[in-house]
């Protein structure tokens, strides 16, 4: 059975693998993946504004088409004839656009933009000369349908500017095409009123000018538009295209939406709602309509109406709902009765007037579309400004509704805040739909929209005639009798007049036996008022449906987010290095998708063997099994990899210099910036810690670091495509984030990192990807950028998830130990550098793989393994969530630990082992081993509490419970006191003391107050208490931590979940993990050398048994003890008497 969540994007999840089912039983796990076009920024050109300038070019021509032809039909009924059928003059080319926009707009995502937006004009072209030639109106009408073909690609030309300009773009995509649209409808009521006052014939011309704007926009696009061939666009069989076009969807939608709308159509005055014309095709239309609808959503997921459109808000569904509204506005109500409450209330009596009076809503809408498309695109907001546009829709709805043949000069204003209304949902409505969809659907989601305003649009005529002609046939001709006669007119003479009055024809009007001037005044009246009457009834039906649209807009989700510089689709001349490189070297192709990918379950007896015979990128050596070969990859040629440590500072040669680090501003307190991507330290200078390379020379003993080597050669045998930018980014990594992964202060690295991980992650093809990302990760937070929206950062993470996805599915045992390496290292990059959100998503993931191995025991490299603990027990603390993978590895009931390294030694660990007795090993002050010691007592306590409760009290009213709140009261009350707020002023060889006692101090302080309060330490940490613990810790050096990093761990941890979301907080994410790896593998660096003042050197253990217990045994009983802690913290505790740290009470 298939399962999926909901994820950011980019975001990974491999679920439901882990099951007892058969082990041949195929499964599928969810993906999905962001595409990445470049590794680089891409700069707009020339060739991207010119290509956007005629994609608004060819809007102009298809909405002169819509706009010119329909003002001057009265003209061509008065040549041609056949005044019944003349409405297919304009609702042909119409419904064409309405049926095939969502079909030529999937055509268009499966195959390719360019010959689609390209060759329809050519046959509009076609179209418009058999039009400006016809001399029958079926002549005209089939021109027409020709024509409609460039209509039907206003889905293309929609999504065109939105993907070669980036995201954050795309209102301003939308505000130039609405731009073009509203010249084309300039030119098209005003050019066909000019054209036809010259000469009775001149309505050819509109259709000869027609001719020439749909040649000049295939020309142009053929010349200028040459997108590159897209990712989305994968090669496929004829068969496959169909399929992908969704050809059941497609058929049940065309016939469905051409039904409904011609059944509108014929409803609007040929045929009555009852006659078969219009009862069939909307019985039929509607029906195919319902199971268009079903089938999009049981038959398929990735037919015209995607399921990827509904996911992560509601935006898809509200937006096409209002822009189904909004077509009902524009193409009813203000394009259609607007200019006939013109006429028939007497305010304009010529077509040439009605048209110029327009132009208060033309040109209106026309410059209101500017400052809306500057907003919308700098605030990056689309919702608010949609919302006050239907709000102004509203105004104009109920102006309407009271509309009287009085109000004139009114209706001039309901025009101006008409035009106002409608110059921002046609740009934002657009862009909001745009937004829902992954680009391999931007056309169809476009489409479907349109389809959506042209149905609203159709519907909304049919209904809007219907009301009129209702009221007009039940009181026009009552209402002119009994004014007419009333007035003097004969009852006999009144069917002539009706005849007369509906011919709109002033001389026959005259000409009415016994008419005068004063009956004819009175019968206009009547026939005002009548007219206004009808209009009021029909926009006042508007109404309730301008209501809802406001309502769905109100809940649509924000897209500020989305709106980042992201070019889907450039046209721009730009490296072609967005192609992943696979271990051949062969470029392979990634869609945003969900994929479904099959990961088989592993045999029993595999699992139980404990080993994968995945035929790995990289072969790893069983356990057991690799003799005195290093741990990693054998594959690949070994690149000699640079190593430094206290006594050897040299690092790899052969990396050219590009330049020097900049050099650091003078010294001070305060918080600074630091202008280099290549400093490693966060972006602070207090007291004796700086973010230079320079001062790291002169205070920790570096050396000078070459900075931005870009030699290729070292890449030629790795893994990874050799390119410059690769080359920067590994050199990067190597030489300023590698010391630092799995050392303090970036010196003497343990030796199971540097021979066994380092070598691992730069020789396997999948883990290798860590290090670009990881390095782009970084660089990216340097230059004060979103890792979100950084070309490199993205590029990296998509060839990442795209390079593990291609290796479980090429693999029958694809979740090896490369893969779960790589999501673990996109955790902990999700971790440090972006949010909660997609962090536990990769760790769900991650769990789910390492299921499918068997547990964590099968898990085959023995550092991996321990890396897995690192990122597990950071995520469930700095989150304050339980283990994702390790809680049943973790002592339950937590023991004391004895025998331990005691400069590992942290504040949290269950010891009975005293900080006051072992001054000389940490190099702190009695006074600070006092507040130490403290906080090991309440450790104990709240270790032995939750671990007994007492069922017969609730936790509050325990008396422990009381005695233990009062005596850490007690104890914060101590720490507040001015005495115990001064640092230790003794003597004492070690100058940081003073600095170690002020971080300790107000670290406690920080404990206190969650456990006093009984609250999560990720609620009780403020902003000005962590400044000052942040400035006091950076007052020690990292040598000096590095010391006693079990004293630098506990205030990591309790710092960190408060302060994760702050931007200090990503460079203690990143320490926490290094402090982590320098508890668990301390043996491995003290076996090199005592430490230099630890006066009892790597060996020093605590306890009276005097046993071994490793660094990795630490971290797990500290682990332990932390999330014990944070549990504690969130239920409020409970205790019982006689356990020990309670007897101190």
């Given amino acids: 059975m298939q399962k999926s969540y909901e994820l950011e994007p980019t975001a990974m999840t491999i679920e439901n693998v882990g099951s007892t089912e058969a082990p041949d039983e195929r499964k599928t796990q969810s993906v999905y993946i962001d595409p990445i076009e470049d590794e680089y920024h891409v700069k ?110 206003v889905a293309i030309i929609e999504a065109v500017p939105a993907e070669v300009l980036p995201l954050k773009y795309r209102a301003l995509a939308s505000g130039l095409g609405f731009v073009g649209g509203a010249i084309g409808g300039l030119l098209g009521v005003l050019g066909a009123g000019g054209v036809t006052n010259t000469d009775a014939g001149g309505w050819r011309s509109i259709f000869w000018i027609q001719a020439a704007f749909h040649l000049t926009s295939s020309i142009s696009l053929l010349i200028f538009y040459h997108p590159k061939r897209h990712p989305d666009y994968p090669d496929m069989s004829l068969k496959e295209i169909i399929w992908a076009c969704d050809p059941i969807g497609s058929a049940l939608f065309i016939v469905g939406s051409l039904l409904l709308l011609l059944a509108f159509d014929w409803s609007g005055g040929s045929y009555p709602w009852s006659n078969i014309h219009v009862a069939v095709p909307i019985g039929i239309g509607g029906a195919s309509l319902i199971l268009f609808c079903f089938y999009e959503w049981k038959g398929r997921s990735d037919g015209i109406v995607a399921h990827a459109f509904f996911k992560g808000s509601p935006n898809f569904m509200l937006s096409v709902f209002a822009f189904g509204v909004e077509g009902w506005i524009f193409y009813s109500a203000v394009n259609s009765i607007t200019p006939q409450i013109v006429l028939n209330l007497g305010f304009e009596s010529t077509s040439w007037r009605i048209s110029v009076r327009q132009l208060s809503y033309n040109l209106v809408s026309l410059f209101a579309c500017l400052p809306i498309t500057w907003y919308a695109t700098k605030f990056k907001d689309l919702k608010n400004p949609t919302i006050v546009c239907f709000i102004l829709f509203l105004i104009v709805c109920i102006c309407y509704a009271t509309i009287t043949p009085a109000l004139n000069h009114a209706q001039i204003g309901y025009n101006v805040i008409a035009g106002i209304g409608q110059a921002g949902p046609l740009i934002l409505i657009v862009a909001l739909v745009q937004f829902t969809a992954p680009h391999q659907y931007l056309s169809c989601a476009t489409g479907l929209a349109f389809s959506a305003r042209a149905i609203g649009g159709a519907f909304g005529s049919a209904v809007l005639d219907a009301i009129i002609n209702g009221k007009l046939g039940s009181s026009f001709a009552p209402n002119i009798f009994s004014a007419a006669t009333r007035a003097g007119l004969s009852a006999s003479a009144v069917p002539a007049l009706l005849a007369a009055l509906a011919a709109g024809d002033a001389t026959a009007i005259a000409a009415v036996p016994g008419i005068n001037k004063s009956i004819i005044a009175a019968v206009m009246n009547a026939s005002h008022s009548t007219y206004a009457s009808a209009y009021r009834l029909a926009w006042a039906s508007i109404i309730p449906f301008v209501v809802l649209a406001i309502v769905a807009i109100f809940f649509l989700k924000g897209v500020k987010e989305q709106m980042t510089e992201k070019v889907e689709a ?68 070994a690149l000699q990899l640079p190593t430094r440590s206290s006594s050897s500072a040299s690092w790899h040669e052969g990396y050219r210099e590009l330049g020097k680090d900049p050099k650091p501003p003078d010294p001070g307190s305060g918080l600074i910036r630091a202008p280099s991507v290549w400093d490693i330290s966060p972006a602070i200078q207090a007291g004796h810690y700086y973010a230079y390379p320079e001062l790291f020379n ?123 390496a790589a999501v673990m290292s996109l955790a902990y990059n999700e971790l440090v550098y972006s949010d909660e959100k997609s962090t536990l998503a990769h760790m769900r993931g991650l769990r789910e793989m390492v299921k499918t191995r068997g547990g964590i025991q099968n898990v085959t490299f023995p550092l991996l393994r ?160 962590f400044m000052k613990l942040w400035i006091s810790m950076w007052s020690v050096p990292l040598p000096v931590w590095k010391r006693c990093p079990g004293i630098f761990f506990f205030v ?76 504690w913290l969130a239920i409020g505790g409970e205790v019982k008497e006689g356990k020990r740290g309670v007897e101190r009470i």
Avoid at 584 to 609: M, N, Q, S, W
Avoid at 701 to 720: D, H, K, N, Q, R
Avoid at 1061 to 1085: H, N, S, Y
């Fill in 866 to 1025: 321990k890396m897995l603990l690192r990122t597990d027990f950071q995520v469930a603390c700095t989150f304050e969530v339980p283990l994702f993978f390790h809680a049943d590895e973790l002592p339950n009931p937590i023991q004391p630990l004895t025998g331990y390294p005691l400069q590992v030694d942290c504040p949290f660990l269950f010891s009975p082992i005293r900080f006051i007795d072992n001054l000389h090993i940490h190099n702190i002050a009695p006074e600070t081993a006092q507040i130490l010691d403290d906080v090991r007592w309440l450790t104990t306590s709240i270790i032995h509490l939750s671990q007994s409760p007492d069922p017969s009290l609730p936790p509050s009213s325990s008396p422990t419970h009381q005695k233990f709140l009062a005596t850490a009261q007690w104890i914060s009350t101590r720490l507040s006191s001015s005495s115990s707020l001064q640092p230790p002023i003794n003597p004492s060889p070690h100058p940081h003391q003073a600095s170690i006692h002020t971080t300790l101090l107000l670290t406690t302080q920080i404990l206190l107050l969650s456990i006093l309060s009984q609250q999560p330490l990720s609620t009780t940490l403020t902003r000005p208490h």
């Fill in 1052 to 1127: 990591l941890l309790v710092v960190n979940p408060g302060a994760r979301g702050w931007p200090e907080g990503r460079f203690l994410k990143g320490m926490l993990a290094v402090t982590a790896i320098a508890v668990g593998t301390f043996e491995d660096v003290s076996q090199g050398g005592a430490d230099e003042e630890g006066g009892g050197g790597g060996k020093a253990r605590g306890g009276e048994g005097g046993g071994s217990v490793s660094g990795w045994d630490v971290l797990k009983g500290v682990v332990g003890a932390v999330l014990g802690v944070q549990r």
């Fill in 44 to 153: 707009l050109s020339w060739r991207s504004w010119l290509v956007v300038f005629i994609i608004c070019f060819v809007n102009m021509s298809q909405i002169f088409v819509v706009t010119a032809a329909g003002s001057v039909i009265a003209f061509i009924i008065r040549d041609l004839g056949d005044a019944s059928i003349s409405g297919w003059i304009i609702q042909g080319p119409l419904l064409m656009q309405a049926v095939l926009s969502p079909i030529v707009g999937r055509l268009s995502d499966v195959i390719d933009r360019r010959y689609l937006v390209s060759i329809p004009p050519l046959i509009a072209f076609a179209g418009a000369v058999m039009s400006a030639r016809a001399e029958s109106m079926s002549i005209l009408i089939g021109g027409g349908i020709l024509i409609g073909f460039t209509l039907s690609t």
């Fill in 570 to 637: 450039t046209i721009e001349h730009t490296p072609n290095i967005g192609k992943v490189m696979s271990a051949t070297g062969k470029a392979t192709k990634y869609k945003e998708a969900v994929i479904e990918l099959y990961v088989p379950e592993p045999r029993r007896e595999e699992a139980e063997a404990g080993s994968s015979k995945t035929p790995a990128l990289a072969t790893l050596h069983e356990e057991g099994d690799r003799g005195t070969t290093p741990y990693y990859g054998t594959r690949h040629p």
């Fill in 698 to 820: 002169s205070r920790y003993g570096y050396s000078e670091i070459p900075s931005g080597g870009v030699a290729l050669e070292p890449l030629v045998s790795l893994p990874v495509e050799p390119s410059r930018r690769n080359a920067e980014l590994f050199h990067f990594f190597i030489q300023r984030l590698s010391p630092f992964m799995c050392s303090i202060d970036g010196n003497d690295p343990p030796a199971t990192f540097m021979d066994q991980w380092l070598p691992f992650m730069t020789q396997s093809p999948i883990a290798i990807y860590i290090t670009l990302l990881t390095a782009s990760y970084f660089q990216a937070t340097s230059k004060q950028i979103q890792v979100e929206t950084s070309v490199d950062a993205m590029a990296a993470k998509g060839r990442l998830i795209n390079l593990i996805n291609t290796h479980i599915v090429a693999h029958s045992k694809g979740v090896n130990d490369e893969s779960i």
